[in-house]
Antibody
Framework: QITLKESGPTLVKPTQTLTLTCTFSGFSLSTSGVGVGWIRQPPGKALEWLVVIYWDDNKRYSPSLKNRLSITKDTSKNQVVLTVTDMDPVDTATYYC??????????WGPGTLVTVSS | EIVLTQSPATLSMSPGERATLSCRASHSINTYLAWYRQNPGQAPRLLIYDASNRATGIPARFSGSGSGTDFTLTISSLEPEDLAVYFCQQRSSWPWTFGQGTKVEIK
């Protein structure tokens, strides 16, 4: 059974750096064809892909946020870490991580709401 | 960036009715389109991938069709849990993008 769960702070101040961790089970991020992605959803709005990391450490970043995002994986801990720098109130959103197999995002974590406010 | 436009924005339906949702891409995406259902307070759940393939555990009342730029999600007979927001998403080219969603609500 595949599960994913996001963790990190629920409140950050403007200009701070957000660090979120996706802890997963039921698959290995060293298996060919596997990836983990991050998606966010501002309250009441649509979804936005942020970044994907693949089993071979290939990474794809959203062009609009590329300068602010960083993603790493720890295969031994079954974790993927997302870093977003220079947070702003417009970055307030629920952040999801998702399991990707051969390009299909098949299963998502429950999400974590991050609020940016001073 | 490929823009996905969903219609209608809201669909007022009753349980048992047939629902048809549309997603149009700004450029051809072959069949690299997925559909998700998002119930209130929950994460999106994959229903259909690659335009017409049901994901694991998804009931047969959900079907998808289309290719190129025009796609359809059909729910043959609405169940109460289907009253939700539906998103389409393309993986033809990066950045992957979502439509703005169609809300299926109680008439």
């Amino acid at each position: 059974q595949i599960t994913l769960k996001e963790s990190g702070p629920t409140l950050v101040k403007p200009t701070q750096t957000l660090t979120l961790t996706c802890t997963f089970s039921g698959f290995s991020l060293s298996t060919s064809g596997v990836g983990v992605g991050w998606i966010r959803q501002p309250p009441g709005k649509a979804l936005e892909w942020l970044v994907v990391i693949y089993w071979d450490d290939n990474k794809r970043y959203s062009p609009s946020l590329k300068n602010r995002l960083s993603i790493t994986k720890d295969t031994s801990k079954n974790q993927v870490v997302l870093t977003v720098t220079d947070m702003d109130p417009v970055d307030t959103a629920t952040y999801y991580c998702a399991y990707i197999l051969y390009g299909v995002p098949g299963l998502w974590g429950p999400g974590t709401l991050v609020t940016v406010s001073s | 960036e490929i823009v996905l436009t969903q219609s209608p924005a809201t669909l007022s339906m009753s349980p048992g009715e047939r629902a048809t949702l549309s997603c149009r891409a700004s450029h051809s995406i072959n069949t690299y389109l997925a559909w998700y259902r998002q119930n209130p307070g929950q994460a999106p759940r994959l229903l259909i991938y690659d335009a017409s393939n049901r994901a694991t555990g998804i009931p047969a009342r959900f079907s998808g069709s289309g290719s190129g730029t025009d796609f359809t999600l059909t729910i043959s007979s609405l169940e109460p849990e289907d009253l939700a927001v539906y998103f389409c998403q393309q993986r033809s080219s990066w950045p992957w993008t979502f439509g703005q969603g169609t809300k299926v609500e109680i008439k």
